[in-house]
C-alpha cells in the first residue's frame, strides 16, 4: 500500500511552456489585446485552469483582472482549446502601465513558467510611427537611379536581315548595331 502511495505521488510531470509578447504599446482610449499561448503534452480538459495577473507601474502592488479596476474593460478572446489564452483590455488606461503575467496549469503539465508582458498605455503621439519619409525617399532613389542607367548606357538594335540578296549575311545571323549615347 504504501509503495502505491509513494507512486501516485512521485508521477512525473511534464513542463508546460507558456508565451505571450514581451511588450505591447497601446494608445490611451483604445483596445488593447495581451496574446498568450501554450503548449502542452496533455489533452485540454475542464482541470486546465488560466491566471492573468497584474503589477502595476504606479502602485507597485499585484493583482488578479478580477478586480474592480479591471470590471467590464477585461474580455477572454482566445480558445483554449487551441491553446490561445489571450485577452482583450478595453478602454486601456494609464493606470494599467504594468506588467501582466498569463500562467496556465493543465495538469499534469503544472510546471512552467508565466508568461509576462509589458503593457505600455501611451498618448497618440507617443506611439512608433513607420519612418514615411525613408520609406518615400528610398523608392524615389531607386527610381530615379532606372531612369539614369536606362537613359545613360548603352542602346542595342538587333535586326534580321530578310531580304535574301547575295551580298547580305545569312537570314539566321542577326546584325547588331550598338549606340553608346555619350553625354
Known amino acids: 500500500m504504501l ?5 501516485l505521488t512521485t508521477l512525473p510531470s511534464s513542463a508546460i511552456h507558456i508565451h505571450a509578447d514581451s511588450e505591447v504599446i497601446v494608445q490611451n482610449g483604445t483596445t488593447g489585446i495581451l496574446r498568450c499561448t501554450f503548449k502542452s503534452s496533455e489533452v485540454v480538459s475542464s ?3 488560466v491566471t492573468w495577473s497584474f503589477q ?3 502602485r507597485g502592488i499585484q493583482g488578479f483582472l478580477g478586480q ?3 470590471q467590464d474593460r477585461v474580455q477572454f478572446i482566445g480558445d483554449i482549446n487551441k491553446r490561445d489564452v489571450s485577452i482583450q483590455l478595453s ?3 494609464f493606470t494599467d502601465n504594468g506588467t501582466f503575467f498569463c500562467d496556465v496549469k493543465n495538469p499534469p ?3 512552467g513558467t508565466p508568461a509576462r508582458t509589458e503593457l505600455r498605455v501611451v498618448l497618440k503621439e507617443s506611439l512608433p510611427q513607420p ?3 525613408v520609406i518615400v525617399g528610398s523608392v524615389c532613389a531607386g527610381l530615379f537611379l532606372l531612369v539614369v542607367i536606362a537613359a545613360a548606357g548603352p542602346v542595342i538594335y538587333a535586326q534580321l536581315d530578310h531580304s535574301g540578296s547575295k551580298n547580305s549575311f545569312h537570314k539566321n545571323e542577326p546584325v547588331v548595331y550598338a549606340d553608346i549615347r555619350k553625354n
Open 3 to 7: 509503495t502505491k502511495l509513494l507512486m
Open 47 to 49: 482541470a486546465t485552469s
Open 68 to 70: 474592480p479596476e479591471f
Open 91 to 93: 478602454p486601456a488606461q
Open 56 to 58: 502595476s507601474i504606479f
Open 131 to 133: 519612418n514615411t519619409a
Open 109 to 111: 503539465d503544472v510546471t
